[in-house]
């Protein structure tokens, strides 16, 4: 991969979701990054991303516009734009849109590649399953 210092969005990895797209402006696909991995994403009004860990990977959750419902463990914040959350690797946790409007988020994850899965999903397991 050649150096490079700026991304467009034109340039960014698009991923579907739920009829919307998120964009993974910072990975290895993207640029040379080794250590961050960025994503704006949009959750939908009423959606999420259900409880699952990331084995390898730290993470910021960090709040564009709207509001997100995050869990970190079995702890819930309700979190606006400019806040954060920080899931070290390993953590349970959950981002869910409890509003009518859209929510834009930054997932931004450290460190770009992992050897093992990027993602479990936990949410059918107790408690995750009947926790919310």
Known sequence: MPATRFITTAEALKEDYKGRTNYWVCRPEVCEAKDLQICRAVLPAGEGHNFHTHPELEEVIYVLEGQVEQWVEKEKRLLGPGEVAHIPKGIVHATF????????????????????????????????????
Request: charge should be negative; proline fraction near 11%; hydrophobic fraction near 45%.
């Open 97 to 132: 849109n409890p509003t009518a409007h859209d929510a834009v988020i930054l997932a931004i994850l450290s460190p770009a590649a992992a050897t093992g899965p990027f993602m479990v999903d936990v949410s059918q397991e107790e408690p995750w399953r009947s926790i919310r």
